[in-house]
């Protein structure tokens, strides 16, 4: 009965922890056995709430020996559902939590105060941000938000930085740094950069100027000016730097085709799973072919000939498969693609279909003489 009476089970008033006196022990020792003016225990972490089976269950607040409080669900002795933690900083409470937790850790959706005052609001995973969220940063930053996709704690997927000083980016992310495609708008010259980007840095793309209304919804944060020239800079009627008009031949060709090659060093780089890597001269071989099929050099091939363009790579595919990818990619026949956008679906497709080089194709894989005057 004594037993039974000393389980902890149900609601119940402050329990008090006790832990080891490390200066009683040490003073014990050091006097031969004959005791210490210590308390052999010193108090530790409180907890007032529900208990099962002798562990924190239910409803309950805990306060750990640094200060440190929780207060929401528990299971089985751990933090588990709905709960708020603060920390102690200064001799105050700091609320820096509040959401679900799983396992004692943060999981699920949950709001988390930064020391700096940045805020996130989102998803979480294993104490990491892991999913959709937003971080709204602190005033005084180089930043206003980030809204996006997230993993492993780091901006990983689709997402929308907007700066301070009016700049947004809208891109692909990978471990915090800007990969893929993406555009950047600068504010105080109203263009935009659009292109592929390499471990935070542009790579290729075009620089043309922004679309109307680009910036009406994304207002500087703190700045009375957007423009930083001022004085004979701002007076300058051309333009800050005078520098002469410079052309490509083909332009879009040339841009497509860096675009392709980035993404397939990219997916080399990352070892990405269900896509084929082509080598150069692949590379090389269906820029022949795309060509053959863009009879006017615009660039583009329609998805009308994909079929034909992706059988001419040797690529064993039906024509009700390509029907579905193009329907997938809510397109239709007259639906424009890039080189880039060929060599994407032609990785994706040979790695499904396990590839193996058609040897009646039209053009086959490293069999060019090296005289290719295609561009």
């Given at each position: 009965?004594?037993?039974?009476?000393?389980?902890?089970?149900?609601?119940?008033?402050?329990?008090?922890?006790?832990?080891?006196?490390?200066?009683?022990?040490?003073?014990?020792?050091?006097?031969?056995?004959?005791?210490?003016?210590?308390?052999?225990?010193?108090?530790?972490?409180?907890?007032?709430?529900?208990?099962?089976?002798?562990?924190?269950?239910?409803?309950?607040?805990?306060?750990?020996?640094?200060?440190?409080?929780?207060?929401?669900?528990?299971?089985?002795?751990?933090?588990?559902?709905?709960?708020?933690?603060?920390?102690?900083?200064?001799?105050?409470?700091?609320?820096?939590?509040?959401?679900?937790?799983?396992?004692?850790?943060?999981h699920?959706?949950?709001?988390?105060?930064?020391?700096?005052?940045?805020?996130?609001e989102?998803?979480?995973?294993?104490n990491?941000?892991?999913?959709?969220g937003?971080?709204?940063?602190?005033?005084?930053?180089?930043?206003?938000?980030?809204?996006?996709?997230?993993?492993?704690g780091?901006?990983?997927?689709?997402?929308?930085?907007?700066?301070?000083?009016?700049?947004?980016?809208?891109?692909?992310?990978?471990?915090?740094?800007?990969?893929?495609?993406?555009?950047?708008?600068?504010?105080?010259?109203s263009?935009?950069?659009?292109?592929?980007?390499?471990?935070?840095?542009?790579?290729?793309?075009?620089?043309?100027?922004?679309?109307?209304?680009?910036?009406d919804?994304?207002?500087?944060?703190?700045?009375?000016?957007?423009?930083?020239?001022?004085?004979?800079?701002?007076s300058?009627?051309?333009?800050?730097?005078?520098?002469?008009?410079?052309?490509?031949?083909?332009?879009?060709?040339?841009?497509?085709?860096?675009v392709?090659?980035?993404?397939?060093?990219?997916?080399?780089?990352?070892?990405?799973?269900?896509?084929?890597?082509?080598?150069?001269?692949?590379?090389?071989?269906l820029?022949?072919?795309?060509?053959?099929?863009?009879?006017?050099?615009?660039?583009?091939?329609?998805?009308?000939?994909?079929?034909?363009?992706?059988?001419?790579?040797?690529?064993?595919?039906?024509?009700?498969?390509?029907?579905?990818?193009?329907?997938?990619?809510?397109?239709?026949?007259?639906?424009?693609?890039t080189?880039?956008?060929?060599?994407?679906?032609?990785?994706?497709?040979?790695d499904?279909?396990?590839?193996e080089?058609d040897?009646?194709?039209?053009?086959d894989?490293?069999?060019g003489?090296?005289?290719?005057?295609?561009?």
């Amino acid at each position: 009965m004594k037993d039974r009476a000393a389980e902890r089970n149900g609601a119940r008033r402050t329990v008090y922890g006790v832990r080891a006196n490390n200066k009683y022990h040490e003073e014990v020792r050091m006097n031969g056995g004959r005791g210490s003016t210590e308390f052999p225990f010193k108090g530790g972490d409180t907890y007032v709430g529900e208990w099962a089976n002798n562990v924190e269950e239910g409803f309950g607040t805990k306060t750990w020996v640094k200060g440190h409080k929780y207060e929401g669900e528990w299971m089985a002795g751990m933090r588990h559902g709905k709960g708020t933690f603060w920390v102690k900083e200064g001799g105050r409470l700091r609320k820096q939590y509040a959401g679900d937790w799983q396992n004692d850790q943060r999981h699920g959706q949950g709001i988390f105060m930064m020391a700096n005052g940045d805020k996130f609001e989102g998803e979480w995973m294993s104490n990491e941000r892991h999913g959709a969220g937003v971080i709204k940063y602190a005033d005084g930053s180089d930043c206003i938000m980030y809204d996006g996709s997230w993993a492993n704690g780091k901006r990983t997927g689709l997402g929308v930085l907007t700066m301070a000083n009016g700049d947004r980016y809208e891109g692909h992310w990978l471990d915090d740094k800007k990969e893929g495609p993406g555009r950047y708008f600068y504010r105080s010259t109203s263009k935009v950069y659009e292109g592929e980007w390499v471990d935070d840095i542009p790579k290729c793309g075009e620089f043309k100027e922004a679309p109307p209304g680009s910036f009406d919804d994304f207002p500087v944060g703190g700045q009375a000016d957007a423009n930083p020239f001022t004085g004979a800079a701002a007076s300058n009627s051309a333009g800050v730097f005078a520098l002469p008009d410079l052309k490509l031949i083909q332009p879009d060709s040339v841009v497509t085709e860096a675009v392709a090659t980035i993404r397939q060093q990219r997916a080399k780089d990352l070892g990405a799973p269900g896509l084929k890597v082509f080598e150069s001269n692949e590379i090389q071989s269906l820029k022949k072919i795309f060509a053959a099929y863009d009879e006017r050099d615009t660039g583009f091939v329609t998805c009308g000939d994909l079929l034909g363009l992706l059988q001419a790579a040797g690529v064993n595919v039906t024509p009700s498969t390509v029907e579905d990818l193009v329907l997938s990619l809510e397109a239709d026949s007259a639906t424009q693609l890039t080189f880039a956008e060929f060599v994407d679906i032609a990785a994706l497709l040979m790695d499904a279909e396990g590839y193996e080089p058609d040897q009646s194709a039209e053009f086959d894989f490293g069999q060019g003489d090296g005289q290719d005057t295609y561009m």
